[in-house]
C-alpha cells in the first residue's frame, strides 16, 4: 500500500502496574539488552507513515524513559506524558497531546515484537474502513464458564480472535467517540469498544502470535526466547 501523505500520530502506553509480573516492571525488562518498551516503540519511530509517537507512562518514570530514548536514538518520540488511573485514562492524555495527524494508533508498550507490517496492515484496512485492528485466531478450544467453574458454552472457535494492538481509528471518529465515553462516564478496556460504541464497525487485520502482550513472568520468559533469536 502506498500511505505518500497519512499522517499516523502513535500513542505507546507502558503506565501499567505491572501487577502481574511479582515486583517486575515489564516495559522496563530487558530482552537482549533492550528495554521492552524501546522494543515497541522501534518499528513505529521507523516507518515514514508515522508523523509523531507521544509516550505514556508512570509520572516518576518520565526522565529515565528520556534518557532511553537519547541512548537508543528514537527521533519521533515528541512528549512524554504520565499516565491516569486507569488505561483508558492514559490512552485519552496521549491522544489528547498529540500534534495534527490524519489516523490514531494506539499500541501497548509491553508488546514488544509488533512487526512494521503488522502496523502498515493495519493501516491500509483503517484508511479504508476507518478503524481496524491487529488480531489472531485463537488456537485453544474456549469454554464459557459460570460462577461454580461448570461450563456453559462452547463457542465455535472459527469466529473467535484475540485482540492485539495496533488498533488505528481516522482521527475524527477517535475523537468523537472519545468524547462521548466521557460524557457517559464510561470505562473500556479496549480502544476499539470506545468506537464500537458509536455503532461503527472495526475490522480484523492480520497480527501476529509474536506480538503477544508481556503480562505475567511466563510471558517474560518467552520474550527474553524471542529477542535472543530475533525470529520476529
Known sequence: MKNSGIRLGTVVVAAG????????????????????????????????????????????????????????????????????????????????????????????????????????????????????????????TIKRAGPKGDVLETPPRDSLYIAQTPQIFERSLYFTAMERAVEAGREYTDDCQLVEALGQRCFLSPGSYLNFKITTPEDLIMAQAIAAGEIY
Open 17 to 140: 502496574a505491572s501487577s502481574r509480573m511479582n515486583g517486575i516492571d515489564k516495559q522496563l525488562a530487558e530482552l537482549e539488552g533492550i528495554p521492552a518498551v524501546i522494543r515497541a516503540l522501534q518499528p513505529f519511530d521507523a516507518l515514514p507513515e508515522v508523523s509523531e509517537i507521544v509516550l505514556v507512562c508512570r509520572e516518576g518514570e518520565i526522565p529515565h524513559l528520556w534518557e532511553l530514548l537519547r541512548h537508543f536514538a528514537l527521533k519521533k518520540v515528541s512528549r512524554i506524558v504520565a499516565g491516569g488511573a486507569s488505561r483508558q485514562e492514559s490512552v485519552f492524555a496521549g491522544v489528547r497531546s498529540l500534534g495534527e495527524c490524519g489516523y490514531i494508533a494506539v499500541h501497548d508498550g509491553a508488546r514488544a515484537f509488533v512487526s512494521p507490517q503488522v502496523i502498515l496492515d493495519c493501516l491500509a484496512l483503517a484508511v479504508e474502513k476507518r478503524a481496524a485492528l491487529a488480531a489472531v485466531p485463537v488456537k485453544d
